[in-house]
């Protein structure tokens, strides 16, 4: 089972990278596994910790994969590093080991300290359309534009019937991202 988080880490300048990623449990370790390259790869390597960040705003998601990295943080309890002020829960671990790998290498981690600071209020189709879309703009190098058409399609109908203004910003900012990266797929083609 893949949970959807929001990683924060740190650099070697203590600047703080924020990342949404899917993390895996291995007994009670948390498996976080950045593709190469990527910054959250070379921060874990760097410092060794992290902080895992469960939230509902799925905007900070959308606004991570569309360049729109300036979310409002707080310094962490236990690691050297921060924690998103909406986290409704957070985690902060250190690395036990790895497994390298050629393309994603898994950072095995203990738990150091973890708080929650808010209530989940319950699940809302937009948000899980929304992180649907997220995932799909990480992918569009891999995906034919059929395929994505045909999950936008499904997709936008949760948007229209449950979406609040979070879920409709951060649409907007993914559907934005999409049709500029099809508009380049297309200007390739052309010439």
Same mark, same amino acid.
């Given at each position: 089972?893949? %949970?959807?988080?929001? *990683? ?9 990278? *924020? ?8 007994? =009670?370790?948390?498996?976080?596994? !950045?593709?190469? !390259?990527?910054?959250?790869? =070379? ?6 910790? /992290? ?9 900070? *998601? ?9 979310? !409002?943080? +707080? ?6 590093? @921060?924690?998103?002020? &909406? &986290?409704? /829960? ?22 150091? %300290?973890?708080?929650? %600071? +808010? ?6 189709? /937009?948000?899980?359309?929304? $992180?649907?879309? &997220?995932? $799909? ?8 534009? #059929? ?6 399609? @499904?997709?936008?109908? /949760? ?7 979070? #879920?409709?910003? +951060? ?7 999409? =049709?500029? @990266? ?10």
């Amino acid at each position: 089972m893949i %949970h959807e988080t929001v *990683i924060t880490t740190i650099n070697e300048s203590n600047e703080c990278h *924020i990342a949404p990623m899917g993390i895996r449990h291995d007994n =009670d370790l948390f498996v976080i596994a !950045p593709f190469k !390259p990527s910054r959250t790869l =070379d921060n874990l390597r760097v410092s060794g910790q /992290a902080v895992i960040n469960m939230t509902d705003d799925v905007s900070i *998601i959308a606004g991570c994969l569309t360049g729109r990295r300036d979310w !409002p943080l +707080a310094p962490a309890c236990k690691v050297d590093g @921060y924690v998103l002020h &909406a &986290a409704l /829960a957070h985690v902060e671990v250190e690395v036990v080991s790895v497994e390298e790998d050629a393309l994603r290498p898994r950072f095995f981690c203990r738990e150091v %300290h973890s708080t929650a %600071h +808010a209530p989940f209020q319950g699940f809302n189709r /937009a948000q899980a359309a929304v $992180l649907e879309a &997220a995932i $799909l703009v990480s992918r569009l190098h891999m995906l034919s534009a #059929e395929k994505i058409n045909s999950e936008i399609a @499904y997709l936008q109908a /949760a948007i229209d019937k449950t979406a609040g203004e979070r #879920e409709r910003l +951060a649409w907007g900012w993914l559907m934005e991202s999409m =049709d500029e @990266y099809m508009r380049a797929q297309q200007q390739r083609a052309q010439s």
